[in-house]
């Protein structure tokens, strides 16, 4: 059983930036994927970036619209996924999740296929 464990969130004003980091345990295979989502109030959960496996060591990251070009994600190893967050605004306030699932691909847009979520840290930006 995988266990995710994230930290790093707080609170910023737009424009400011955040990092979260987000610590796996369990992982036991090579190909395993893992990504970061988020939930708004009152809104489904939305994928925001995420590192699919393309051999030892190396990934191909994807992102969601509207982080790309302000957040960056990064697999420092097998159990490590670090999610810069840098021009934030007020939209980006959110809960933010690790997930992870035993498969090359980590898909933003069907968060029902991750094997393991984290128990989350909130985001919150402020004008």
């Known amino acids: 059983l995988v266990q995710l464990l994230e930290s790093g969130g707080g609170s910023v004003q737009a424009g400011g930036s955040l990092r979260l980091s987000c610590e796996a345990s369990?992982?036991?295979?090579?190909?395993?994927?893992m990504a970061w989502f988020r939930q708004r109030p009152g809104q489904e959960r939305e994928g925001v970036a995420g590192t699919d496996v393309r051999g030892p060591r190396t990934y191909r990251t994807t992102y969601a619209d509207s982080v790309k070009g302000r957040f960056v994600v990064t697999r420092l190893n097998r159990n490590t996924l670090v999610l810069q967050m840098d021009n934030l605004t007020p939209e980006d306030t959110a809960t933010y999740y690790c997930t992870a699932r035993n498969d090359d691909i980590c898909s933003l847009r069907m968060p029902d296929q991750y094997d393991s979520w984290g128990q989350g840290t909130q985001v919150t930006v402020s004008l």
């Open positions: 369990g992982v036991s295979a090579t190909a395993y994927c």
